[in-house]
């Protein structure tokens, strides 16, 4: 079979197509859109057709894989983006773009709090920001762990008091890489 005999079975399937289509769609405009998307596939791919098999079967097939695929792409996308005018504030935050300004003066008065600590905690809580364990920090400062844990716990009290405008942020920070 030729290719233009291909495109003409194709085309005189038209009607039923969009009968079908309507079944999925519910919307005339909709459904055209599958059939037009529907010939497409078919006349681009005619060479994936065995002659001699059921050319209406495999255009139905092609239609509803088609009509799913799109309505997956259709709910990936509108979970993805709020289409409204009125954005949230619970949406705000996934809709906009990070601000890295804002977090480099947050590290910065972060870092600032912690140069302030004495030697005597800043040193315990940075190896166990760092990932030591207690009883690394204990025999490598040659100190009790009891006294490790103390350090530690005074410095992060230290801390908060020093980050106290940033008190929901610094918890998170803190707690959340000591954890």
Known sequence: MTKIEFNTLVMR???????????????????NDLVQDTMLKA?????????????KGWL????????????????????????????????LVFS???????????????KNAMGKLPAEYYVPFTMYFEGHKYHEIADHLSIPIGTVKTRIHVARKLLK??????????KKLLYAEAE
């Open 60 to 91: 139905y097939t092609i239609m509803k894989n088609t009509f799913i695929n799109n309505y997956r792409r259709f709910v990936k996308i509108s979970s993805l983006v709020t289409k409204s005018d009125d954005i949230s504030s619970a949406n």
């Open 43 to 55: 006349i681009t791919y005619y060479n994936k057709f065995k002659e001699g098999t059921n050319l």
């Open 161 to 170: 008091k020093g980050l106290k405008p940033y008190d929901n942020v610094a």
């Open 13 to 31: 399937q038209a009607s039923s197509l969009k009968m079908y289509a309507l079944h999925f769609t519910h919307d005339a405009d909709d459904a």
């Open 96 to 110: 906009s773009t990070k601000n890295q300004g804002e977090s480099k003066f947050v590290m910065d008065d972060i």
